[in-house]
T-cell receptor, first 111, second 114 residues
Framework: TQLLEQSPQFLSIQEGENLTVYCNSSSVFSSLQWYRQEPGEGPVLLVTVVTGGEVKKLKRLTFQFGDARKDSSLHITAAQPGDTGLYLC???????????WGAGTKLIIKP | DTEVTQTPKHLVMGMTNKKSLKCEQH?????MYWYKQKAKKPPELMFVYSYEKLSINESVPSRFSPECPNSSLLNLHLHALQPEDSALYLC?????????????FGPGTRLTVL
């Protein structure tokens, strides 16, 4: 059974601080997607990483895919209140229709 | 355009009602999905349509009935639901059914069953 362990599950920090969210698995994924979700809304795709060691940047957000394609991280620099939300990672493989989801990280950035 | 639309945004229904949720995408995607999401949990897959045919039913009760009228539209027909079916229902689409393809989600329908 494929699992994706996401940590931390909850994070509350002050505006301007940095943070990192992790998704780890013992399984290899073909791709890993990061989403952000606001309450009552659908998940919004932030980035997809597909190559081992890949690093993608989206403004103050940096996403990394592990060399072995088993883990990924999301780093936010100088967090803003607008970064508040639920962050979800999801891994996919070519042989399975099912996305494997992390449990989510609820992030609160206090002004 | 990476937009998936869903209607209605909110729905309140009684246990004897029949209602439908609608989803539309114009990205030319050949796979479409229905998910159910409870508060503070990741989405749970319900159905997968690939090339307008139902490919996967994740053991969903028959009171949920999906329909794919064409490659852009996906419906979820609801009948005789239970209060525990109250949740956020999400539609998503992707290029094809393979898990490596990124999925784009709609804004969801917040369903309350009384």
């Amino acid at each position: 059974t494929q699992l994706l362990e996401q940590s931390p599950q909850f994070l509350s920090i002050q505006e301007g601080e940095n943070l990192t969210v992790y998704c780890n698995s013992s399984s290899v994924f073909s791709s890993l997607q990061w989403y952000r979700q606001e309450p009552g809304e659908g998940p919004v795709l932030l980035v997809t990483v597909v190559t081992g060691g890949e690093v993608k940047k989206l403004k103050r957000l940096t996403f990394q895919f592990g060399d072995a394609r088993k883990d990924s991280s999301l780093h936010i620099t100088a967090a803003q209140p607008g970064d508040t939300g639920l962050y979800l990672c999801a891994g996919g493989t070519d042989s399975n229709y099912q996305l494997i989801w992390g449990a989510g990280t609820k992030l609160i950035i206090k002004p | 355009d990476t937009e998936v639309t869903q209607t209605p945004k909110h729905l309140v229904m009684g246990m004897t009602n029949k209602k439908s949720l609608k989803c539309e995408q114009h990205m030319g995607h050949r796979a479409m999905y229905w998910y159910k999401q409870k508060a503070k949990k990741p989405p749970e897959l319900m159905f997968v349509y690939s090339y307008e045919k139902l490919s996967i039913n994740e053991s969903v009760p028959s009171r949920f009935s999906p329909e794919c009228p064409n490659s852009s539209l996906l419906n979820l027909h609801l009948h005789a639901l239970q209060p525990e079916d109250s949740a956020l229902y999400l539609c998503a689409s992707s290029q094809d059914w393979q898990g490596r393809n990124e999925q784009f989600f709609g804004p969801g329908t917040r369903l309350t069953v009384l």
